[in-house]
């Protein structure tokens, strides 16, 4: 388990930093999700608590993503021209694609899955595509 949270800690500093328009709302978030990760490499936790962080680091990115989007296109809509958009767009599809195909995002659903089927009593399978999924596919 160390070795899938210290990819994804890593995936994420790889990470070019946000461009301007979007730093202050992506950058926390990004933040949260890499110390909740090296807090857990550190720990050397077991593998339910490895899957525990990775369903919280996910959503604490997921969630910069979908505000991130939102904002910027609050602003389009708004008629307000953002500076360098073309390159926030760049950036928030990068950050979608990552978490699209991130190790971690597999374990978070499998994660997410064993948390509802504890909570009705019923194995649910997989929920990547169920009305309780924590992924949400965002629109481009």
Not at 3 to 15: N, P, Q, T
Not at 76 to 86: C, K, P, R, S, Y
Request: aromatic share 4%; proline share 4%.
């Amino acid at each position: 388990m160390s070795v899938v949270l210290g990819g994804a800690f890593e995936s994420i500093r790889a990470l070019p930093q946000p461009p301007a328009p979007v730093f202050g709302i992506v950058t926390p978030h990004m933040d949260q999700a890499a110390q909740i990760l090296r807090v857990a490499i550190t720990n050397n936790v077991g593998e339910d608590a490895a899957n525990e962080t990775a369903l919280v680091a996910h959503t604490c990115i997921l969630s910069g993503l979908v505000r991130a989007k939102g904002e910027l296109q609050a602003r389009v809509d708004a008629g307000q021209l953002v500076a360098q958009h073309e390159e926030c767009e760049v950036y928030l599809r990068t950050l979608d694609g990552l978490l699209e195909h991130w190790a971690l995002r597999d374990m978070a659903i499998a994660y997410h899955s064993k948390l509802s089927a504890g909570a009705t009593g019923t194995q649910t399978g997989d929920d990547s595509s169920a009305n309780g999924s924590i992924y949400v596919e965002s629109p481009r």
